[in-house]
């Protein structure tokens, strides 16, 4: 089946500092990637919807600057997380709309110290 | 708006024993259903689907069926395996109109022990 990876898959980094989070769509294109965040025994909250060459469309709430999205070819989307805080800790999961259906990346687990 | 809600977990069974994750949902007009599964250190997979009231998808033993009057799409599979040890997810979309914007229920973990 269709494989969605993330790069990379679990980051430490410092108050203050900006982390990149890749995800890819390895043997199929996706014209949409979506970019979800779950914290810990809670639900996958939807923060943006990424189209091919287009801007991100943000979910209420999800602070766009602070949430780069890039989704500058079909195989790939980046979620950069700016100016990073302690609260934004958390599990980062990407998936990928393809002809055959939509696949998810295995997540991207995010500390900020 | 939309919202998905399923039982906490985790839930702890013995090899072979019933399984039962309840969920129900809020929406407005016909929803499509899914039941998602997240086994350690793999993404989520599509476990089965259901696209209308009555439906019953079914996948690898487990079954749920679409119950508009009760707005519930429940997780039964008779008889687990320590395979079966994993996050289940469910989840609804308001497709084809919202592409695949799912909405997540909170996830139950379960754990098969041999």
């Known amino acids: ?113 | 708006g939309n919202s998905v809600t399923q039982m906490e977990g985790p839930v702890t069974l013995s090899e072979e024993a019933f399984l039962t994750i309840n969920c129900t949902y809020t929406a407005t007009g016909y929803p499509s259903l899914f039941w998602y599964v997240q086994y350690p250190g793999e993404g989520l997979q599509l476990l089965l689907k259901a696209t209308k009231a009555d439906d019953k998808g079914s996948n690898k033993g487990f079954e749920a069926t679409y119950r508009k009057e009760t707005t519930s799409f429940h997780l039964e599979k008779g008889s687990v395996q320590v395979s079966d040890s994993a996050v289940y997810f469910c989840a609804l979309t308001k497709a084809p109109a919202a592409g695949n914007k799912l909405t997540f229920g909170g996830g139950t973990r379960v754990l098969v022990k041999p």
């Not at chain 1, 990149?20 to 979506?34: P, W």
């Open chain 1, 1 to 113: 089946g269709a494989v969605v990876s993330q790069h990379p898959s679990w980051v430490i980094c410092k108050s203050g500092t900006s982390v990149k989070i890749e995800c890819r769509s390895l043997d199929f294109q996706a014209t949409t990637m979506f970019w979800y965040r779950q914290f810990p025994k809670q639900s996958l909250m939807l923060m943006a919807t990424s189209n091919e060459g287009s801007k991100a469309t943000y979910e209420q709430g999800v602070e766009k600057d602070k949430f780069l999205i890039n989704h500058a070819s079909l195989t790939l989307s980046t979620l950069t997380v700016t100016s990073a805080h302690p609260e934004d800790s958390s599990f980062y999961i990407c998936s990928a709309r393809g002809r055959d259906g939509l696949f998810f990346g295995p997540g991207t687990r995010l500390t900020v110290l």
